[in-house]
């Protein structure tokens, strides 16, 4: 059974700075909530889980202190989800450890400029995922990473994708050494690059694009090529464009 | 000024058996609002202005029938809007009209089963229309391209991209011969595939993929090579991806 402080912890945590004082964030549904319990460098640290899920997940709940797992109804769980509709169970995960720290030398990594939508930002997070870029430099006016719709749209990839939240201008600068793609719509044809072994890719913001003095001289442009109307292309897909070739 | 009644009228149009009723759809924003204004086969209906946007649309408002345009103020454009950020100005616009039949032959089809997600399905309307094509087919069980969230997704792209809702086991069989391609986990090489000058590509729902009766002998499976871990893309992404190579 549900009681009211917890609630109110949960609700709370719909803020970016209680998530950040606790160190924790949200998940919800079953497929999100499998694959952060299988992650070994996320700790749970609350389940509310309903009969229904307990019932098809005996031997993942059987393995949890028992103290972590509070049952819920459907209507306690309406109560405390962010979803429209709440689904099965909801966890509160400390964030992720991750013990190599993020660099730009020998490999590729993404820089996301002002990326604003939390869907788009959690799509981006699960594409890198999928094409196997463990790395994600957020400039400090993207959306959180740990704000429940960017977990949700992530798709479990937080716990192996690592997100940094720094300058970007200032992270180029500290990799001065390090090659630099920009996704612009006047740029070359990205066919016509050759696959990456090392990189920083840039992406810019849903309606401005890339900021200004990120676009330095020696810089590649990388343009999708268009063959219809739109006038652009959504974030995500364009990154997944991108990396989809590029990886 | 607003009037009760133009409020309890564009409230109703959230319901899409109402917007079915008037054949209308509500767009907002001055970079879609824009786009539908220019488009030859959309007729405005309202526009629902404020003083900013119409001191800098002074000849787009002046080419409008006066009857159309109603001045708002934020507050009252806040009670009509279906944004969490009101953005300047609302129109309500009859739906749009297509000369051309849709077709499988000689051209490139998309066709969603079950693409639930009002995002995505905006989403990937905005991916065909970058592509040039301008066709896609809808089960019934996808989300509304009416409702506002897809309207706003798809910037302005159902103006030139052209959906038929339909039963796709009925739209394959009418079009027995045209290539069929659908975007599966299991399939071959997206990039061992030609590009295409005829064909349907089938996109399946976020959670569930394709529907079995739709994978018939013959047709072919394309898979987006994975390198990392994320167990699946997002279906706009892989939408994009995928009409990235063959188009």
């Known amino acids: 059974m549900l009681v009211k402080s917890q ?28 694959e952060l319990l299988a992650a070994s460098n996320i700790d749970i640290k609350q389940l509310y889980a309903t009969e229904s899920w307990i019932a098809t ?45 993020i660099k730009a030398k020998a490999c590729i990594s993404i820089l996301l400029d002002t990326i604003q939508d939390p869907g788009n930002l959690g799509t981006i997070l699960r594409c890198a995922d999928w094409f196997g870029i463990n790395q994600v430099i957020c400039s400090e006016e993207c959306a959180d990473i740990f704000s429940t719709k960017v977990v949700q749209s992530s798709m479990g990839s937080i716990s192996r994708v690592q997100v940094l939240y720094t300058d970007p201008d200032v992270f180029l600068k500290e990799n001065g050494d390090v090659l630099v793609y920009a996704a ?23 309606s401005k694009g890339i900021r200004a003095s990120l676009i330095r ?3 590649y442009k990388i343009t999708i090529p268009r063959k219809g109307q739109a006038e652009s292309l959504n974030a995500a897909v364009a990154t997944g464009i991108i990396l989809s070739h590029l990886t």
């Open 57 to 101: 997940h005996r031997t993942v709940s059987a393995s949890l202190d028992p103290g972590i797992i509070t049952l819920v109804d459907n209507k306690e769980l309406e109560r405390i989800s962010f979803l429209t509709t709440p689904n099965e169970v909801l966890g509160v995960f400390n964030k992720p450890s991750f013990t190599t720290p």
């Open 184 to 206: 612009l719509l006047d740029g070359k044809n990205l066919y016509d690059y050759p696959k990456l072994k090392e990189g920083i890719i840039i992406v810019g913001n849903e």
């Open 7 to 34: 609630v109110k912890y949960i609700q709370s945590l719909s803020q970016k700075k209680l998530r950040e004082e606790e160190g924790v964030f949200v998940a919800e549904g079953p497929k999100i909530i499998n």
């Open 217 to 219: 001289e020696g810089i």
